[in-house]
């Protein structure tokens, strides 16, 4: 038998240790390449969030969901009274959420009242979704890559609905994922479901009322699995009864917002009437397939949402692997995000649900968890990637000229001395966007007040249009904003008119005779017509109606 040289065995273990010392280092060159990678990727996806969040100035949607909560921080009060005292929205504030109602008025008391503060919790939300659907791909099927995982985010995040919610401005984009922390299959050393998932299924209702349901299916599977496991080992410093606390606390704080009967009789109960008449006529079957983008773009987002309702058909029916070394409840709990995915697309079929997105959106990231195998993982992450691309190629496409041109920092400042100088000191004003949330201080400069703001934004079957004009008319010297706002005091009369269907109140000139003159603002064309006949009613539209013989049913809504 040949002996080996002691030169020759140091050789061979110094040959060893450089080839190891090679490996590593070339780890470690790919590692942070893939963190460069990744963290180019998120900056440019924060951007692209920024840019579609600042891309336009107020629209009238900032009356239902902006100026509320002005109204609590400038006024003290979370209501809307620069609408009158119809449906008691000097009095009470209960359309929608708490998210929506109250969650511009941190950035507001942080800051100040204004355009840039409220965009900025729109921004904030997107950057919380983007930095959470990374840590949900990286947590189950990247294989802790980070450029693959802020990529295939894009999957879901760059689905149009999503971007559409950002261009509009809506602050439920900062929860939108939240139903995804709920239902993760995630759970303790011992089976058990974490304190942190309880609190997220109880917030769900504050984030939007549509997720209700969500939250009461998602109690009464949690309910069977602590049932079940009653009996089951405790965890040393976590109680069991910390995540039912938990739920019953939040639930308690949702049902003492939405519980409160004369904003449920004025506001709440008719505005979900009239928008379900509204939503019943324009709205078909199979909501999934309604993408806000032209064809062959929303072919993206459609086919994002196919796979997304198809994988969920397909964990539901299939076999489970090691059935049997797990807790029932657990399999339960496993399969329910695919099972509520599966449940309200059937419901949509059926019944026509708006929100239906929410879900199948929501939800998705959530369904990464199921993906149990290495084969699993690989396929679940190509597909991920894939349409992540896709995504992103439509956005560069349909996005372009949002992202590569400055956005307008304009904000209360601007706005405020631009009503000051096209107003008279002592002026009562009425305001139409952009300028929706100057109308949130009680006085402005030189003893100017906003008197009311046009549109009236929700849809209410019987709100009386011509009494509301009628009003604007005796109360207001003068009107800034846009032209649209000057001649429709309903926003589904304009809303109406664009969608081709008869407005029930035809397009008037708010005040009759008045001279009128068009100024710029950050590139918006603004009017400004003042009244010459303020106080004294006029010939064309009917006296003040009471409530009892107000406009009845909106046809074609």
């Known amino acids: 038998m040949a002996i080996l040289d002691p030169a020759d ?38 951007f692209t969030g920024f840019q579609i969040a600042f891309s336009k100035l107020a629209w009238q949607d900032w009356i239902a969901y902006a100026l509320p909560s002005a109204n609590l921080v400038a006024r003290g009060a979370l209501t809307t009274p620069q609408l009158g005292s119809f449906a008691h929205f000097d009095r009470i504030w209960l359309f929608h959420g708490p998210l929506m109602g109250l969650g511009p008025a941190p950035f507001y008391y942080a800051f100040h ?14 950057l919380v979704n983007l930095l959470l659907i990374t840590w949900f791909l990286r947590r189950t099927i ?26 509009i401005q809506r602050y439920d984009i900062l929860g939108l994922f939240a139903i995804s922390l709920a239902f993760a299959p995630v759970f303790t050393a011992s089976g058990r479901i974490p304190a942190w998932r309880w609190l997220f299924a109880a917030l769900l209702p504050s984030i939007h009322p549509a997720l209700g349901p969500a939250s009461l299916i998602w109690l009464v599977a949690a309910s069977i699995d ?8 405790s965890e040393p410093g976590r109680p069991a009864w910390a995540g039912p606390a938990l739920y019953l606390l939040a639930g308690l704080a949702c049902l003492a917002w939405y519980i409160r009967p004369e904003g449920l009789k004025e506001q709440f109960f008719p505005y979900l009437r009239c928008m379900a008449h509204r939503n019943l006529v324009a709205v078909g079957p199979l909501t999934m397939f309604r993408v806000q983008a032209g064809f062959p773009y929303n072919l993206v987002s459609m086919s994002v949402s196919l796979t997304i309702a198809l994988t969920a058909v397909y964990l539901c029916v299939r076999p489970s692997r090691n059935a049997e070394s797990r807790p029932v409840g657990v399999q339960m709990l496993k399969r329910l995000p695919a099972a509520v995915i599966v449940l309200f697309v059937l419901f949509d079929m ?9 879900y199948v959106l929501g939800l998705a990231p959530a369904l990464l968890f199921l993906a149990d195998t290495p084969v699993r993982r690989r396929v679940a992450l190509a597909m991920v990637l894939v349409l992540a691309a896709a995504n992103v190629v439509v956005s560069l496409r349909i996005d372009r000229q949002t992202l590569f041109h400055a956005q307008s920092l304009a904000d209360q400042d601007q706005e405020i001395a631009l009503i000051v100088e096209l107003t008279r000191p002592g002026d009562r004003i009425v305001l139409g966007p952009p300028f929706v949330l100057s109308a949130a201080p009680p006085v402005l400069p030189g003893d100017r007040r906003v008197v009311a703001v046009s549109p009236q934004v929700w849809c209410l079957e019987d709100f009386d249009v011509p009494s509301y004009r009628e009003e604007l008319r005796r109360s207001g010297d003068v009107y800034l904003g846009e032209r649209t706002w000057y001649d429709y005091a ?7 008119e664009v969608m081709g269907r008869t407005p029930k109140n035809p397009r008037m000139p708010l005040f009759e005779g008045a001279t009128t003159r068009e100024v710029s603002f950050e590139g918006r064309p603004i009017v400004v017509a003042r009244n010459p006949v303020r106080g004294r009613p006029t010939t064309t539209t009917p006296p003040l109606l009471p409530r009892s013989h107000a406009a009845g049913h909106r046809t074609g809504q």
């Open 9 to 46: 065995d140091l050789s061979l273990k110094t040959d060893s240790a450089a080839r190891t010392t090679s490996f590593l280092a070339d780890a470690k060159s790919i590692r942070f390449l893939d963190s460069t990678l990744g963290l180019i990727l998120f900056a440019w996806f924060g």
């Open 113 to 126: 009242i204004g355009r840039v503060p409220y965009l900025s919790g729109i921004v904030v939300g997107y």
């Open 142 to 167: 990247s294989g802790h890559s980070w450029a693959a995982s802020v990529l295939g985010s894009q999957a879901f995040l760059g689905h149009r609905h999503l971007m559409s919610a950002v261009y």
């Open 226 to 233: 602590l049932r079940r496991r009653r009996t089951g080992p």
């Open 350 to 358: 059926v019944r026509r649900f708006q929100y239906l997105d929410y």
């Open 490 to 496: 309903d926003s589904f009369d304009a809303t109406d």
